[in-house]
């Protein structure tokens, strides 16, 4: 089984810098999947980690240490659309259904 | 290409009702897969398919009946709603073990 844990909710200021970290024990591990989720919306896809170390696509960031079952996605220069629900997503090793277990979500408010 | 798309976006029933979610990809993806979402409860998956005519059951599969028998369509059932199935449902698909593509919900209130 799976357990994921990501903090509820955190603030941030316009132009920061802001990590959100998530952490899992599994039986099994075969990658990591951050989603970003506005109010009333669809998940959308970020990023995908599944060995050690930094992925990075613009202001966007994940890391990945499997040998101490831990993420964090690190959002930089926040602008006010970044508020959002931010979603971590692990991948068990035997899963030939590509099903992913899901924290409960991390809800970031960027003020001005 | 509307990628994920679910009918309907908002629904009403009543305790013992039953009802069918329709979700249809049109980026050829072999796997679908059903999730439900409650507050501080993240994405559950209910039910998943990695191709036409299987499906397996994920998490929480009770309540929920599923078919595949199109590649493009994956149905969701349920056959007598509950209260505790009041929540906002999800269907996603993926090209293999790629990144999961959702759709935009249905939001379902069994009174």
């Known amino acids: 089984g799976q357990n994921i844990d990501q903090p509820t909710e955190m603030t941030a200021t316009e132009g920061a810098i802001v990590q959100i970290n998530c952490t899992y024990q599994t039986s099994g591990f075969n990658g990591l999947f951050w989603y970003q989720q506005h109010a009333g919306e669809a998940p959308t896809f970020l990023s995908y980690n599944v060995l050690d170390g930094l992925e990075e696509k613009g202001r966007f960031s994940s890391f990945l240490s499997r040998s101490k079952g831990y993420s964090y996605l690190l959002l930089k220069e926040l602008q006010m659309k970044d508020s959002a629900s931010y979603l971590c997503a692990v991948r068990d090793a035997d899963n030939a259904g590509n099903m992913l277990t899901f924290g409960g979500g991390t809800r970031l408010m960027v003020k001005p | 290409n509307a990628g994920v798309t679910q009918t309907p976006k908002f629904r009403v029933l009543k305790t013992g009702q039953s009802m069918t979610l329709l979700c249809a990809q049109d980026?050829?993806?072999?796997?679908m897969y059903w999730y439900r979402q409650d507050p501080g409860m993240g994405l559950r998956l209910i039910h998943y398919?990695?191709?036409?005519?299987?499906?397996a059951k994920g998490e929480v599969p009770d309540g929920y009946n599923v078919s595949r028998l199109k590649k493009q369509n994956f149905l969701l059932g349920l056959e007598s709603a509950a209260p505790s199935q009041t929540s906002v449902y999800f269907c996603?698909?993926?090209?293999?073990?790629?990144?999961?593509?959702f759709g935009p919900g249905t939001r379902l209130t069994v009174t």
């Open positions: 980026m050829n993806h072999e796997y």
């Open positions: 996603a698909s993926s090209l293999g073990t790629d990144e999961q593509y």
């Open positions: 398919s990695v191709g036409e005519g299987t499906t």
